[in-house]
């Protein structure tokens, strides 16, 4: 079963706007992943935010994590029709089979020009 | 050769018949995962391999095999296809104390 569970399921804003993508788990974790996805092909890694961090930045993606609500957000800044993809988190739940990563549906984002 | 590559990228197959998926690793990764990814959802973990052994495994039945080489190539083997085993197979590679993969574009299974 997924136990990611992405919010909204779709996010259509314009250039220049920020994007804000949010996700729940079930059980606790190790860390929590958010991948990219274009097209249904191959998943981009993004960034890993471990259970004892709280806040993330990479260029511009931020990423939250609250374990008290068993939460996570990522958000986009400023942006680009270039982001349009699938946007999924993943978490490596404590005491989970090695190498599992549990996705969840993903959110789907739409980036217009 | 950087990245990790999967091959075919598409592969259309008969209910009952048997595949075999191919993954090239990224060069220094010596674990590899498979994900299964139906239409509209999230990957969902089959197996992963370190060393050339199954070292986690996924909800998915005994005719879902893999194997990995010691070049940490890896396969994965689906017997007696099913209508439902139609998707996109993922690969993963990672450096076993890492965390991030490195996934593969994938290999789009049509079942008929």
């Known amino acids: 079963s997924q136990q990611g569970e992405e919010d909204p399921q779709a996010l259509s804003i314009q250039e220049g706007e920020n994007a804000t993508m949010n996700c729940s788990y079930k059980?606790?974790?190790?860390?929590l992943q958010w991948y990219r996805q274009n097209s249904g092909r191959g998943l981009v890694h993004l960034i890993l935010i471990r259970s004892n961090e709280r806040e993330k930045h990479s260029g511009r993606l931020r990423v939250t994590l609250d374990t008290s609500k068993k939460s996570s957000s990522l958000l986009i800044t400023a942006s680009r029709a270039a982001d349009t993809a699938s946007y999924f988190c993943?978490?490596?739940?404590?005491?989970?089979?090695?190498?599992?990563?549990?996705f969840g549906k993903g959110t789907k984002l739409s980036v217009k020009p | 050769e950087t990245g990790v590559t999967q091959s075919p990228t598409h592969l259309i197959k008969t209910r009952g018949q048997q595949v075999t998926l191919r993954c090239s690793s990224q060069?220094?990764?010596?674990?590899v995962s498979w994900y299964q990814q139906a239409l509209g959802q999230g990957p969902q973990f089959i197996f992963q391999y370190y060393r050339e052994e199954e070292n986690g495994r996924g909800n998915f039945p005994p005719r879902f095999s893999g194997l990995q080489f010691p070049n940490y190539s890896s396969e994965l083997n689906v017997n007696a296809l099913e209508l439902d085993d139609s998707a996109l197979y993922l690969c993963a590679s990672t450096d076993q104390g890492s965390y991030g993969y490195t996934f593969g574009s994938g290999t789009r299974l049509t079942v008929v």
């Open positions: 993943a978490t490596d739940h404590y005491g989970g089979s090695q190498g599992n990563l549990i």
């Open positions: 060069s220094g990764h010596n674990t």
């Open positions: 059980t606790s974790i190790n860390n």
